[in-house]
């Protein structure tokens, strides 16, 4: 049988990548591997579930810390901090002999015997089992448009649990986020000895939007106006999530002046929500005969020096 793969190879990164660095690559591999974007390819869905499962574990600081202390022997004990104490123990008595040698537990809160017979091939004597333990958690992401931030949506998605792909439906709440943790209770790994099942946790990455930009629960985008909009003012029609409204433009605008849409941006997780600003921006029309003899009378209205007090 071929050697498991180590999970930093699966990914492509160091190990000493940052946890920046182990995301990013995991979301390119996720997404050049997932299988609605490979249909039927089997390779790619087998890699996609490599990929996951090792995020899974490098994603997760703690995992991630026995993984690099313990290597494969981690997952066998299923990244349980107290069993990779009694592994520790285990390790030092076997140096300080130097052979192979059954550790005693004591009263450790689960069955020696599972942890040192499968790990190591049953030189350990059993104990009695221990009581129920809880599924492991698992992490996802999900990339999202702001429309659905400002929405809320639902979402299918798929996730690698206790080794196959699994669909699920989730709901995208009212002003999710960029980092914002979508759980979903009992969604994670199977529970040993009848414990309950752990969580799924979806971390939202909000995608850029093509027009609009956020400063906190505020939106904001430029709205173009003609030089007769802005000097002699007007109402125009604006876009919002909800649907175009009419919005007016006072006498004089200059660009960069910013106009409040008020309770029409990003909402809040705790039920607020941002305004959004319409940024003015003066379009001039192209240049020609016409237009350019009404730009010289319209220069002859400008009571001073349009630049004065510029300096760098």
Same mark, same amino acid.
Request: hydrophobic fraction near 35%; charge should be neutral; proline fraction near 8%.
């Given at each position: ?36 974007? =490979? &249909?039927? /390819?089997?390779? %790619? ?14 994603? =997760? ?13 981690? %997952?066998?004990?299923?990244? *349980? ?16 002999? %130097?052979?192979?040698? &059954?550790? *005693? ?6 069955? $020696?015997?599972?942890?040192? @017979? ?18 492991? *958690?698992?992490?996802? +992401?999900?990339?999202? /448009? ?25 709901? $995208? ?21 009848? @414990? ?56 004089? +605008?200059?660009? @960069? ?10 909402? /809040? ?5 941002? *305004? ?37």
């Amino acid at each position: 049988m071929a050697p498991e793969r180590d999970l930093y190879e699966r990914l492509g990164v160091p190990r000493t990548a940052t946890p920046d660095e182990i995301k990013t690559a995991y979301r390119r591999l996720a997404r050049k591997h997932h299988p609605d974007v =490979n &249909p039927g /390819d089997k390779s %790619a869905e087998e890699r996609f579930k490599e990929v996951a499962a090792a995020f899974d574990v490098l994603g =997760n600081p703690e995992k991630r810390k026995l993984y690099d202390e313990m290597g494969p022997d981690a %997952a066998k004990i299923g990244y *349980d901090p107290e069993k990779a104490k009694a592994w520790r123990q285990w390790q030092q008595r076997r140096t300080q002999t %130097a052979q192979e040698v &059954p550790f *005693d537990a004591g009263e450790m809160p689960f069955d $020696i015997g599972d942890l040192f @017979g499968d790990l190591f091939g049953g030189a350990a004597r059993r104990r009695r089992p221990a009581g129920p333990m809880p599924g492991e *958690d698992l992490h996802a +992401s999900l990339d999202i /448009d702001l429309a659905e931030a400002v929405r809320g949506s639902e979402r299918r998605i798929g996730v690698v649990r206790d080794g196959k792909e699994v669909r699920l439906d989730i709901r $995208i709440p009212r002003g999710a986020t960029e980092g914002t943790v979508v759980r979903l209770a009992g969604q994670g790994g199977t529970a040993a000895r009848g @414990g309950p099942p752990g969580d799924l946790l979806i971390e939202i990455h909000l995608r850029p939007h093509a027009f609009l930009r956020r400063d906190g629960q505020d939106l904001l985008f430029d709205l173009p106006v003609t030089v007769g909009e802005a000097v002699a003012g007007a109402e125009v029609t604006c876009p919002t999530f909800e649907g175009p409204v009419h919005l007016k433009i006072p006498p004089g +605008s200059q660009t @960069g002046r910013k106009l409040r849409l008020r309770g029409k941006g990003l909402p /809040d997780l705790r039920g607020g929500r941002g *305004d959004l600003y319409a940024v003015v921006a003066v379009a001039v029309p192209p240049p020609g005969d016409e237009a350019n003899e009404l730009a010289r009378k319209l220069d002859r209205h400008y009571t001073g020096d349009v630049r004065r007090g510029l300096s760098l």
